[in-house]
């Protein structure tokens, strides 16, 4: 359960990750439902002026580092990377994921968990642009620049900027469920969720060239999971040729056709599972698996629990 949540800031500090932090964390909702948070802010020299990404601005952190010792979470936002931090810190993270507490960085803040040496291992990401740098200074973590954020239990690392919120909703969503994660998402005009599961790896949804969207494509295909859809088909819905039209969706969604729809017909499932009444079989031709054992198989692959467990778990803790 998420009941204080420590903010540790370190010179060079990015405002907006430590905005994004503050604004799912530190702001009072409980009018909407949401539980109350004991958010602290802390640095190793509390009270003093930091430095942050700003050049005409500085943050002071009101508590210091022992507000980490009882913390549920610990969140670590941007900061300038750099081959050393301070070692007050580290020791302070170190401590609490010993204990079990939950780490979670937004963007470059993954680097003052490999500087920890926590990431050893285990796979996690930061903003596509530090990747190089990152793997060359933590050869052993396991780096994955392709993602919004990583799940890998006690610690949550995520990329660049708006990936934070993802990251700090999904584990508002673990830990609280998705009935907390929605109400905080709509005080902040986001989506709850832009794909995922349990232990998740999200696909970058953003393309990286110009040209023409096919989000109108991709808006028709939500609309119709239950439609078969094939790559011809669909090229003629977007008016391409079919090679075109599969280079440019692979550009566009980091997937293909097949992959992209199975996924959003997993979250169909998974809204009607949190949602509904439904049994097992309306739900899998609601959502286009047509069978019970289509929609087992592939919302156990991408969420990463059957149906019915995921049902048990959220329609509980909602």
């Not at 370190?10 to 932090?21: K, P």
């Not at 919120?165 to 989506?191: Q, W, Y």
């Not at 959003?264 to 998974?270: E, H, K, S, T, Y």
């Not at 309306?282 to 692959?301: C, D, P, V, Y």
Request: charged share 25%; net charge negative; hydrophobic share 40%.
């Amino acid at each position: 359960m998420l009941r204080k949540i420590a903010v540790v800031l370190l010179e060079d500090v990015s405002l907006f990750e430590f905005g994004v932090v503050s604004e799912v964390f530190g702001i009072d909702r409980t009018d909407d439902g949401v539980p109350p948070f004991e958010f602290k802010v802390c640095a190793a020299e509390p009270g003093v002026p930091m430095s942050t990404s700003s050049s005409h601005s500085a943050v002071i952190a009101p508590y210091g580092l022992e507000e980490m010792e009882d913390a549920d979470l610990i969140a670590v936002p941007a900061t300038t990377w750099r081959h050393a931090y301070d070692e007050r810190t580290l020791e302070a993270l170190r401590r609490a994921e010993a204990r079990g507490a939950i780490l979670l960085t937004v963007c470059s803040g993954a680097f003052v968990l490999g500087a920890a040496g926590l990431l050893d291992g285990r796979p996690c990401t930061t903003h596509w642009r530090y990747a190089q740098q990152f793997e060359e200074q933590f050869p052993l973590a396991k780096l994955d620049a392709d993602v919004l954020f990583v799940d890998d239990g006690n610690i949550i690392t995520s990329a660049g900027t708006a990936a934070g919120i993802d990251a700090c909703l999904h584990l508002v969503r673990r830990e609280l469920g998705s009935a907390v994660a929605t109400r905080i998402a709509r005080r902040m005009v986001v989506p709850p969720q832009r794909d995922g599961g349990q232990r998740q790896y999200v696909e970058v949804p953003v393309p990286e060239q110009s040209g023409e969207s096919l989000q109108p494509v991709l808006d028709w295909m939500v609309e119709n999971l239950t439609v078969e859809h094939t790559v011809p088909a669909l090229a003629r819905q977007a008016q391409m040729s079919e090679r075109t039209f599969a280079r440019r969706f692979v550009a566009e969604t980091g997937t293909t056709p097949l992959k992209w729809v199975t996924t959003q017909r997993v979250l169909r499932a998974r809204t009607l599972l949190e949602q509904t009444r439904m049994g097992i079989e309306q739900i899998a031709s609601e959502s286009g698996f047509g069978t019970a054992a289509l929609l087992r198989h592939h919302f156990r692959r991408v969420v990463g629990v059957p149906p019915q467990d995921y049902r048990r778990t959220f329609r509980t803790t909602a």
